[in-house]
């Protein structure tokens, strides 16, 4: 496995779901349709997104 940072290529916004997608081997398109329709529930998914963008870091190369 590898660690948890954000990719500089193949985000869309910040990174987040595509480095959360490479750390657990799923598809970034997964995640990110996983979390879009989490965003329909209640709850603070939104709140852990911004977390999670301020928290990761860039991956260095």
């Known amino acids: 496995m590898t660690t948890l940072t ?3 290529n193949r985000r869309v916004i910040a990174g987040v779901c595509a ?3 490479e750390r657990f081997g799923w598809s970034p398109n ?3 349709l996983v979390f879009a329709l989490s965003c329909l529930l ?3 998914q ?6 999670l963008w301020v928290m990761m870091p860039k991956r260095s190369y």
């Not at 939104?46 to 977390?51: A, E, M, Q, T």
């Open 6 to 8: 954000r990719p500089r």
């Open 19 to 21: 480095g959360l997608a």
């Open 30 to 32: 997964t995640v990110r």
């Open 42 to 44: 209640p709850g603070p």
């Open 46 to 51: 939104f709140i852990i997104y911004l977390v």
